[in-house]
T-cell receptor, first 115, second 114 residues
Framework: AQKVTQAQTEISVVEKEDVTLDCVYE???????LFWYKQPPSGELVFLIR????DEQNEISGRYSWNFQKSTSSFNFTITASQVVDSAVYFC????????????WGAGTKLIIKP | DTEVTQTPKHLVMGMTNKKSLKCEQH?????MYWYKQKAKKPPELMFV???????INESVPSRFSPECPNSSLLNLHLHALQPEDSALYLC?????????????FGSGTRLTVV
C-alpha cells in the first residue's frame, strides 16, 4: 500500500530563515510520481512540483528547492530566506499504479513565518 | 487560461435545501475531480469524471450528486445535507485520468450546513 508521512505538524520560523519540510513515502511501484502543493488560508491548492521516480535530480525554483532521495524514500522541500507570504499548509502527495493513480496525501505541514 | 474556477466561494445552506456547486476549466483537461476537505486534513477524493463519464465514486452518500454537462463544466448537486458535511469542497482537473500529470485545483467552496 502507498503512504505519505509528513511528520512535522507545524513549523514556525522567523522571516528570512531557511526551513525544510520533510516528506517520506512508501510504495511498491517502480514508477510513481511525487507532488508538493501549497494551501494558503484562501483555500486554493497551488501546485508546486511534480517529480517522477526516475528523475532524482534536485530541483530549484527561486527560493524553493526539492531534494528527492530514493534511497531513503524522501522528497523534502526547502524554502530559502522564508517570507511571510510562504505561510501556508504544505502537502506532499504520491501517485502510482498501486493507488490507481489517485493522489495519496500526507497529513500536511502548517508553516508559520513570523515577521 | 490555466485556472479552475469554482462558484460560489461560500455557501450556507439548511438541511432541507437544494444547492449546487459549480466548477469550470478551459484548459482542455479531460479529467475532473471533486474533493472534500475538512479542517486540518488533506483532501479526500469524492468523484472522478473522465471524458465526461463518471469513473470513480468513492462511496459518497447519495445526497451528493455529481454532473458533468460537458468537458469544461462540473457540478455537484447537494440535497438534504447534514451538518457534518460542512467542509471545503475542491474541484480539480488534469489532462487525462491516470496520466500522472499535475492536478490544477480551484480555490474551493466553503460549505456550511446549518
Amino acid at each position: 500500500a502507498q503512504k505519505v508521512t509528513q511528520a512535522q505538524t507545524e513549523i514556525s520560523v522567523v522571516e528570512k530563515e531557511d526551513v525544510t519540510l520533510d516528506c517520506v513515502y512508501e510504495t511498491r511501484d517502480t514508477t510513481y510520481y511525487l507532488f508538493w502543493y501549497k494551501q494558503p488560508p484562501s483555500g486554493e491548492l497551488v501546485f508546486l512540483i511534480r517529480r517522477n521516480s526516475f528523475d532524482e535530480q534536485n530541483e530549484i525554483s527561486g527560493r524553493y528547492s526539492w531534494n528527492f532521495q530514493k534511497s531513503t524514500s524522501s522528497f523534502n522541500f526547502t524554502i530559502t530566506a522564508s517570507q511571510v507570504v510562504d505561510s501556508a499548509v504544505y502537502f506532499c502527495a504520491l501517485s502510482g499504479m498501486d493507488s490507481n493513480y489517485q493522489l495519496i496525501w500526507g497529513a500536511g505541514t502548517k508553516l508559520i513565518i513570523k515577521p | 487560461d490555466t485556472e479552475v474556477t469554482q462558484t460560489p466561494k461560500h455557501l450556507v445552506m439548511g438541511m432541507t435545501n437544494k444547492k449546487s456547486l459549480k466548477c469550470e476549466q478551459h484548459m482542455g483537461h479531460r479529467a475532473m475531480y471533486w474533493y472534500k476537505q475538512k479542517a486540518k486534513k488533506p483532501p479526500e477524493l469524492m468523484f472522478v469524471y473522465s471524458y465526461e463519464k463518471l469513473s470513480i465514486n468513492e462511496s459518497v452518500p447519495s445526497r451528493f450528486s455529481p454532473e458533468c454537462p460537458n468537458s469544461s463544466l462540473l457540478n455537484l448537486h447537494l440535497h438534504a445535507l447534514q451538518p457534518e458535511d460542512s467542509a471545503l469542497y475542491l474541484c480539480a482537473s488534469s489532462q487525462v485520468y491516470r496520466g500522472n500529470y499535475g492536478y490544477t485545483f480551484g480555490s474551493g467552496t466553503r460549505l456550511t450546513v446549518v
